[in-house]
């Protein structure tokens, strides 16, 4: 895919060209220095610990032909060899020059936004899809099969974002499901994709450090969903701001959720035989199927997923969902020793409750132990509410943090104990790091049990308080520690 400059950049607008830009090719672009190849551009931005800038020495000697910054260039920068851009938000134009390396009019692009429920749809949409892929927390997959398992964030850059993309297209996609986060809206790394449907899920409070006012929230998930025809949008009617965005799109928008007034609705369902029996009312027709067992909350999810289906106009086979895999880290479930062990990747306090809600249904009268925190350099307001919800609910709690991300590991724990409710204080048995967490939790359950390893679902990184990247997996804790676990339920 070799492109000249004057071709990418043509028609944007917000940047200065510093240096030689008229002969050299330009074949890739990406936010890592350590990715670069010949002929790339590496954009350099200012991150939370590190600015980009100081590797261009680094890109430049592995074949970089050019930088795209948010400054002018040092005064060192061999400008009379290559070129320096200087953009007034270097996201953004990157985003607009990779979406002009090559042709993507051949595919649907449909956005998936909310604060949950987007991993489940955007997988499960893809799953049921015979020409579909996706791009999220789930990693990279075509046509159900899984080609990278992660992609470094829920909505990744747009080096990332557009590299998935053309894998995609290579491998004869025709939809791509893509999660989209509100920061990768804030950011601008989904700027120039060419979007054609929009879902949204739902909203709760969340990433209150970037917006601490829901109102700013709402918005941003707002301006995504309108990018797109009314007709286009749908909408899950799950609490007060679906149906205020509902208002706002008006009578050509689509709906769907558990209530009776929804476009897409669930009739209803009921739990028999280690199956979930369900009744939807798909507009039009009625579609019964059986399920694998998975918490309520999927159930609306699926919801959203079948009402996109059909507007999209492939099929719905009830056969595929009675085997409907479930998303990597979402409920997925062992046998170990005696116990019921559970990874899962709630880590909002509506999803801990949710989550824990479910588990006490599925299994009742069980002693639930629970391994909980949340991740660090973020929302601090999220975390006391979690810390009263699960020490509410919960018989055990061993709080510790999701992933420090630069942040001291106590002062996350302090923050989640913090919000621990008055007379629940013994059910708190350890405070501290995720490792010795894990193990404690396990040395205090018995046979029976339930073992609940939230926050993290089946992230394979931890970032230390240093920004050290360490691999690190909750339930590989466990195997270290000689526990035997059985086959995950599906």
Request: charged share 25%; net charge positive.
């Amino acid at each position: 895919m070799e492109k000249r400059l004057e071709t990418l950049i043509s028609g944007a607008s917000g940047y200065k060209i510093w240096g030689r830009h008229d002969t050299a090719p330009i074949l890739g672009l990406t936010f890592d220095s350590r990715r670069v190849k010949k002929g790339y551009i590496f954009t350099a931005i200012k991150g939370a610990h590190v600015d980009g800038v100081r590797f261009w020495r680094q890109a430049i000697d592995k074949g970089a032909v050019g930088v795209l910054a948010y400054k002018s260039p040092p005064p060192d920068f061999p400008l009379e060899e290559y070129f320096w851009i200087e953009a007034k938000d270097p996201i953004v134009l990157s985003a607009y020059l990779l979406s002009r390396f090559r042709d993507v009019s051949d595919i649907t692009f449909i956005g998936v936004t909310g604060t949950n429920g987007k991993s489940s749809t955007t997988f499960w949409s893809h799953y049921i899809d015979p020409d579909g892929g996706s791009i999220g927390t789930t990693g990279l997959w075509a046509k159900g099969k899984v080609l990278k398992e992660s992609l470094g964030n829920t909505t990744p850059f747009p080096d990332i974002l557009w590299e998935s993309i053309w894998e995609l297209q290579n491998r004869g996609v025709k939809r791509i499901y893509i999660e989209v986060s509100s920061h990768g809206i804030m950011t601008g790394r989904v700027a120039f994709v060419p979007f054609s449907w929009t879902l949204f899920t739902n909203l709760e409070p969340e990433h209150q450090d970037a917006h601490p006012v829901l109102e700013e929230y709402f918005n941003i998930k707002k301006r995504f969903v309108f990018s797109v025809k009314p007709e286009r949008r749908i909408i899950g009617l799950q609490n007060y701001w679906g149906r205020r965005l509902l208002r706002m799109s008006g009578s050509e928008t689509t709906t769907y959720g558990m209530v009776p007034d929804a476009d897409y609705t669930v009739w209803r369902w009921r739990r028999q035989d280690g199956h979930i029996y369900v009744e939807w009312l798909l507009r039009d027709f009625v579609l019964k199927a059986q399920v694998p067992a998975m918490p309520s909350f999927f159930i609306y999810n699926l919801t959203g997923v079948l009402a996109l289906a059909h507007k999209l106009g492939f099929g719905i086979d009830a056969g595929v969902l009675s085997s409907l895999p479930k998303p990597s880290g979402r409920f997925v479930t062992y046998h170990c020793e005696g116990r019921t062990v559970i990874v899962d990747y709630a880590h909002t306090p509506r999803a801990v409750q949710g989550l824990i809600e479910d588990i006490k249904h599925l299994y009742p009268g069980k002693r639930i132990l629970l391994v909980v925190g949340a991740v660090g350099s973020g929302d601090r307001v999220k975390r006391w509410k979690i810390g009263a919800i699960a020490s509410r609910m919960a018989d055990a709690l061993f709080i510790s943090p999701h992933n420090p991300k630069g942040e001291d590991e106590e002062s996350i724990c302090m923050d989640v104990y913090s919000g621990v409710s008055r007379g629940h204080y013994h059910k708190v048995l350890y405070v501290g790091g995720r490792r010795k967490a894990i193990m404690r939790a396990w040395s205090e359950s018995k046979d029976g049990d339930v073992v609940v390893l939230a926050g993290r679902g089946d992230e394979k990184v931890y970032i230390t308080k240093e920004g050290v990247n360490l691999d690190f997996s909750d339930l590989n804790v466990l195997m270290e520690m000689g526990i035997s676990c059985g086959v995950l339920e599906l």
